[in-house]
Each structure stands twice: as C-alpha cells, then as structure tokens.
C-alpha cells in the first residue's frame, strides 16, 4: 500500500530552467507546417468530395440518358 506522500514523480517539475532552443513558442516552424498540413488535408477532402459529387451526378445523367 503507498501512502499519499510518496515520490512517484507525479507533479514534478522536469526541467525547470529549459533552454531558449527547447522551448515551444506560437507561430515556430513546426506550427507553420502543422497549418499547411492541415490546409492541404482539407483541400484534398473538400477535392475528393467534389469528385464524389460530379460523379454522382454523372451516373443520375447517364440513368436518366438511358432510361
């Protein structure tokens, strides 16, 4: 059984000094290129979905041609 004051490393500080280089700041190069992923992810879905529909459309064309 542990007691409630026991070190488990819950809660502490792991680097409390950290360097200039290992902070993470708004707006670093990682963000930017999290945003342009995300862009592209987007205009990919929104592109598949606009094929979806064309092609939809294109099979109700071609039942109504047949029909």
């Known amino acids: 059984m542990t007691s409630s004051d026991d070190n488990d ?3 502490m500080i792991v ?4 360097a200039a280089d290992n902070q993470d700041w708004d707006g670093d190069d ?3 290129a ?3 992923r995300f862009e592209e992810e987007q205009a990919m879905i929104r592109e598949q979905s606009e094929a979806r529909a064309a092609a939809k ?3 109700e064309a ?3 041609a047949s029909a």
């Open 34 to 36: 999290d945003r342009l």
């Open 9 to 11: 490393g819950q809660g």
């Open 15 to 18: 680097n409390p000094n950290p």
């Open 62 to 64: 071609a039942k109504k």
């Open 30 to 32: 990682a963000d930017r």
């Open 57 to 59: 459309a294109a099979a």
